[in-house]
């Protein structure tokens, strides 16, 4: 499987809470986009700032970001990529979720045509099956 993962699906592996993607790690190509990590980033911030984190924890956080990141292709905010996000889209879409949606598109469109989209969002899904992409997670 090919698979365009969102942050939610890392941030459920990080924090280890509820369950996490089936077949975890076991794609054959997984894609997101280069703001996963400032999105992640920012979870872990909040989180760490509510309390949720002892510094040892935190630290083993950051490192599973890390090396999650290294294993992913992650696509570039370009300005097609951008544009793509600004377009009318088939559901109600945060901003982000925008981003991420239409990199999955960009990328569907250009290079994998078989893209699955990753997200335990069930907004994100909702707005990514009226896409046309297969969902997981």
Known sequence: MIVYLDTSTVLRVLFGEGKRLAGWGRWEKAFTSEILGVEARRAVD??????????????????????????????RLTRG????????MPTMVKTLDALHLATAVVLRESHTPELVFATHDRTQATAARALGFECVG
């Open 46 to 75: 909040r989180a760490r700032l509510d309390g949720h984190f002892t510094d040892e924890r935190l630290a083993d956080v950051h490192a599973g970001l890390a090396a999650i990141e290294r294993s992913l292709s992650r696509v």
């Open 81 to 88: 990529v951008l544009r793509r996000a600004a377009m009318p």
